[in-house]
């Protein structure tokens, strides 16, 4: 699958308004490594990977995040802080600026695409001021053969340049660095910033928009693997939360870690043709597949290593957002090409860190749809010196910063194909267990591993009611047991040895839930409602 035989096609960006530039076209993922370390841009870990720092920013910025407000998305798009409104003119300034910046530079081009599924195919050029951004290009687009490259015709740019500064009072942004999408031009601009997960997300933005407006399919913030027996299982989840941790699994064909779309032929389908995983306190004890992964070809990102190019995973001086991207080869059980049926069971992923959420519970229809809507998770952010308190999240579709359009519109496309497939929908916490942040402890991987293979071995699908508890405040079904999991781990309550706290702090939740919902309460019909939590305070 790699390609390592020379491509002698030339193009010219003078199209583009890169003028006279050094163009090195399609090079391999061997020729861009060699080329970063050469530059002085980055260095190879004793596992082979390079390692590079990302700059300034080593995470996105979703406030600088535009969208051109043009024909195409003045009417559809759900305005407001996420989707930031950028004015076309202003874009064609700033475009020209970036692209004489890029003229007489080396640049670095890949021709790709997203969508694994024919029918869905968006051919996409990535130019890059830096050769490591474009080896991040090859190891999470898909990468199409040197027969397909021949008359390749990208339909969406990428125009990728960190060392390019915004003057803000100028060019319209917020400050000096950016992420600008323009449907009618069809380009991601992204500048002044060197962070690689710039580039995937902003084509992902763009497949959120174009996939449920013009192919009527779901665009999905989630990963998904398949078993032996073709059964696809698909895990939403805010950042940080397991969708690739949970998806990585010997004993189940990764499909993808991060962005599917639904399609109405009952298929799921991978948008990209690589993963981006945490890689913070990675162990291969705990996460073999991942490890295992970072060799040659994979990119490390703002990770701490010795002299002998040994990473040092729980280093998080530089960011607390290390990661590693590969081509999803880099994974041994694969499905090819990445596409799976209609899913059998949907997880939804959150990180609860009050502590309050069981580790697994059943979701009726209703609410499912409600907590997709909510999107729940929870951060901890350091309030007072030594006063640390998680801090509930709440993100739409468990994606709102990648999601173009008004929430309730995935909500219904979601609702409708769950009752169509009858799939089968949990909630799982794989935050933390015996309290909240600073008293409990995150809960084992072990654990999660195990309550959701016992979902995909039909253990726990074949419970009946009695075989649940029906939390008292949060109303979802809890199993009373679960193979490989002890009893007690299974009722959060149990765990805290306080259920005064414990019912105090799951109030603190419910109430912070009910808030998040008001905004949505308008547009949920009394179905939706309905699923959200049971009660709210003593
Ligand atoms: P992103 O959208 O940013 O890619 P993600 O949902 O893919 O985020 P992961 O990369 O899987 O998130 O990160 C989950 C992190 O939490 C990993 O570092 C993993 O080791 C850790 N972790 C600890 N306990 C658990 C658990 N019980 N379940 C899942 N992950 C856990
Ligand atoms: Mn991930």
New binding site residues.
Partial sequence: MVNHTQITKTISLDAYGIKNAQVRYQLSSDQLHELTISKGQGEEASSGALAVKTGEFTGRSPQDRFIVKDDITKDRVWWGNINIPFDSEKFQKLYDKVTAYLSEKEVFVRDSYACADDNYRLNIRVINEYPWSNMFAYNMFLRPTEEELKDFTPEWTVINAPGFMADAEIDGTRQHNFAILDFTRKIALIGGTGYT?EIKKGIFSALNFILPVFKNTLPM?C?ANVGKDGDTAI?F????????????DAERSLIG??EHGWTNENTVFNFEGGC????????QE??PEIYDAIKKGAILENVIMNDKGDVDFENTSITQ?T?VSYPIHHIENIRVPSIGKNPKNIFF?T?DAFGVLP?ISKLTPSQAAYHFISGYTAKVAGTEAGVVEPVPSFSACF?APFMPLHPTKYAEMLSHKMKESGVNVWL?N??WTGGPYGVGT????????AMINAVLNGELGSYTYEDYHIHSVFGVAQPRTCPGVPKEVLSPRTTWGDDEAYYKTAFKLTNAFRENFKKFEEFASEEIRRGGPQRYSF
């Fill in positions: 997960g913030h990963s895990f989840g805010l950042s940080g939360t397991g969708k690739t941790t949970l998806s990585t870690d991060d981006y995983a945490k890689v913070i306190n990675l162990s705990q996460e957002n990661r992923l990180a580790p994606g799982v794989t935050g995150r809960m084992k991987l072990k654990y999660t591993r």
